[in-house]
C-alpha cells in the first residue's frame, strides 16, 4: 500500500442498514479525517481524529460513528443508515493535527442510500 | 459564521492566465490551504500560506491578504490537464479546514 486507500469504491445500501466505510495509511500519520462531498457544498468534516485511540465531532457527526484503535485504519460506521447520507465520502490524514500539515486524501466512496 | 466564498464556475483559454478568488470569514486563521481536485477524484494539495503575499510554485502561485480575508489563485500557461475544481480551505482557531465549494474551471482549445 501506498499512501491512503478506502474501501469500497461505491456502494448502494438499504435505507436502514448498517454500513462501515474501511480507510488504511501507511504514511505513519498522526491525525485522520473523514469528510462527505454534495454537489454545491465544501467538504465537511464529520469526524476526526488527532491521534490513536482519541476522536472528535466535526462538524456534521450526527448518524456517523468513528474509531481509531490503531494509527493506520480509522473506519466510519453509518448505525443506521438515511438518503439523506448519500455523498461521497473521503478519508484524509496528515502528519499532525497541527495548522501547517498537508492533508492527504483517499480517493473516496461514493455512497447511495435509497 | 464561519463562511468561504469563491465563484462557482469560471472559463479561460488554454494559454491564458487565470486568477480564482477566495474570501473567507472563519473564527480564527491559521493559514489557508488550494487544493486540486480532478472530476471523480481526491483532491491534492497545491499550496498553503499563512504569512501575507505572493507564492510561487511553478505555473501556479498563491496571494494571501489576512487583513482583507481574501486569496486568490494564479494559474498561468494554461493547459487543457487544468481542468478541475480548485478547493480554498482556511484553517480555524480549533485547527479544522473549513472549506470552501470549489470553483469549477474550465479550459477551452
Known amino acids: 500500500i501506498a499512501g491512503i486507500t478506502q474501501a469500497p469504491t461505491s456502494q448502494i445500501l438499504a435505507a436502514g442498514r448498517r454500513m462501515t466505510l474501511r480507510c488504511t495509511q501507511d504514511m505513519r500519520h498522526n491525525a485522520m479525517y473523514w469528510y462527505r462531498q454534495d454537489l454545491g457544498l465544501g467538504l465537511r468534516l464529520i469526524h476526526y481524529s488527532n491521534t490513536a485511540g482519541t476522536t472528535g465531532k466535526g462538524e456534521v457527526p450526527d448518524g456517523y460513528s468513528v474509531s481509531r484503535a490503531n494509527t493506520d485504519d480509522f473506519p466510519l460506521t453509518l448505525a443506521s443508515a438515511v438518503p439523506s447520507q448519500t455523498s461521497v465520502y473521503f478519508c484524509a490524514s496528515s502528519l499532525t493535527s497541527g495548522d501547517t500539515d498537508t492533508q492527504y486524501f483517499g480517493p473516496g466512496t461514493r455512497l447511495t442510500v435509497l | 459564521g464561519q463562511n468561504i466564498d469563491q465563484p462557482t464556475e469560471m472559463t479561460a483559454t488554454e494559454g491564458a492566465i487565470v486568477q480564482i478568488n477566495c474570501t473567507y470569514q472563519?473564527?480564527?486563521?491559521?493559514?489557508l490551504f488550494w487544493y486540486q481536485q480532478h472530476a471523480g477524484e481526491a483532491p491534492t494539495f497545491l499550496s498553503y500560506?499563512?504569512l501575507d503575499g505572493l507564492e510561487e510554485k511553478g505555473r501556479f502561485s498563491s496571494f494571501l491578504s489576512r487583513s482583507k480575508g481574501y486569496s486568490y489563485l494564479l494559474l498561468k500557461e494554461l493547459q487543457m490537464k487544468d481542468s478541475a475544481s480548485y478547493l480554498c480551505a482556511v484553517t480555524d482557531s480549533n485547527y479544522q479546514l473549513i472549506w470552501g465549494a470549489g470553483t469549477k474551471l474550465i479550459i477551452k482549445p
Open positions: 472563519t473564527s480564527g486563521f491559521n493559514g
Open positions: 500560506n499563512v
